[in-house]
């Protein structure tokens, strides 16, 4: 049973290893959504919002989350993956994977917006755009929140999985755990 145990733990400094890179993702997500505004100190969206500045939005989450997506493919990829702590990391990862990537398009769009609006002639269509560009900006941050938050529940799950390294102590390089008894060929 000990070695069964045992042989479900991701080892410890892979676990430490991989909760530090969450929570340096987590921050960058973090900081994202709270840096990257579109609206004015008045609350306004810009009489003249910079597209540029919105296209760096975009490339800026499309970075973020390729960095993400690829974390998830290599921890997929690894044999952690499939005990009952890597599959519940892996989940969150999943989760912070495909938030991310909605964020990017929706900076994306916000741009895109940016972009009509100084050649929309009536203010009806002005006001909507300028509507969809707060509403697109708005849900991209919203997205770099969750994503920072599926990769906060992330390296939860990897930190509760060092709870268990207390009670089954690695075995000294000297030592190697016995293994399971075979069976047999002679049955009595």
Not at 48 to 75: C, I, N, Y
Request: net charge neutral.
């Amino acid at each position: 049973m000990t070695l069964d145990i045992q042989r479900e733990l991701i080892p410890r400094n892979d676990t430490l290893r991989l909760i530090g890179t969450l929570n340096a993702m987590k921050a960058k997500f973090a900081d994202s959504a709270q840096q990257w505004q579109l609206l004015d100190e008045s609350g306004d969206v810009p009489a003249k919002p910079s597209s540029t500045e919105l296209f760096q939005h975009a490339a800026g989450a499309q970075d973020l989350s390729r960095d993400v997506v690829q974390l998830t493919g290599d921890f997929a990829a690894s044999p952690h993956s499939t005990n009952r702590a890597g599959r519940a990391t892996l989940a969150r990862l999943a989760t912070a994977s495909t938030m991310s990537a909605h964020a990017a398009s929706h900076f994306a769009e916000t741009a895109e917006a940016a972009l009509v609006l100084p050649r929309s002639s009536s203010p009806t269509d002005q006001h909507y755009l300028k509507n969809r560009m707060v509403i697109d900006h708005a849900t991209a941050r919203g997205y770099l929140r969750r994503t920072s938050e599926s990769l906060r529940d992330a390296a939860k799950e990897l930190d509760d999985h060092l709870d268990f390294h207390r009670f089954f102590p690695a075995p000294s390089h000297s030592e190697s755990p016995v293994p399971p008894p075979r069976p047999s060929g002679r049955h009595r």
